[in-house]
C-alpha cells in the first residue's frame, strides 16, 4: 500500500517540496519513520533525475550524448561515495543511515535541477551541447 501512495505522490507532484519532507518528518514518531521520510523524498528527487536525463539526453547534440552520459555515471559514483564518508562519522550508529539517505537527497535535489536547466534551458543558460 505505501508503494501505491508514493507512486501516487509522485505521479501529481505532491512530495515536491522541502516543506513536505519536513513536515513528515515533524509528525514522525521515531527514528524509522524519519527515515521513511527521507527515503520517500530520495525516490521521488531520484525519479525526478532520471525525467530530467532522458529529456537532456534527446536535446543534446548526438556528438555530446556519450559525454553526457559518462558525466553522469561519474556523478552517481562521485555522490555514493561523498554520502558513504559523510555518514561514516556515525558508523554502528542510529543515525548512519538518516545521514546517509539525507546526503543523498540533497545531491540528487541538487543534480536533478542542473539536468532540468539543460532539459529545459532558458536562453540565458544554454550552452553549446544544446541544440539550438
Known amino acids: 500500500m505505501r508503494r501505491v501512495w508514493l507512486y501516487l505522490m509522485i505521479s501529481v507532484g505532491v512530495w515536491a517540496s522541502d516543506a513536505s519532507m519536513q513536515m513528515c518528518i515533524d509528525n514522525a514518531k521515531d527514528a524509522s519513520q524519519m ?59 542510529t543515525m548512519m543511515i538518516t545521514l546517509y539517505l539525507d546526503c543523498m537527497v540533497e545531491m540528487t535535489k541538487q543534480r536533478a535541477e542542473e539536468l532540468r536547466d539543460i532539459a529545459y534551458p532558458n536562453t540565458s543558460q544554454s550552452t553549446n551541447h544544446q541544440r539550438r
Open 35 to 93: 527515515r521513511e521520510c527521507i527515503s520517500d523524498e530520495y525516490t521521488y528527487q531520484d525519479y525526478l533525475l532520471n525525467k530530467y536525463y532522458k529529456i537532456a539526453m534527446k536535446r543534446i547534440f548526438k556528438e555530446a550524448k556519450e559525454k553526457f552520459k559518462k558525466t553522469q555515471r561519474a556523478w552517481i559514483k562521485y555522490r555514493d561515495a561523498k554520502c558513504d564518508f559523510e555518514s561514516y562519522e556515525s558508523y554502528g550508529g
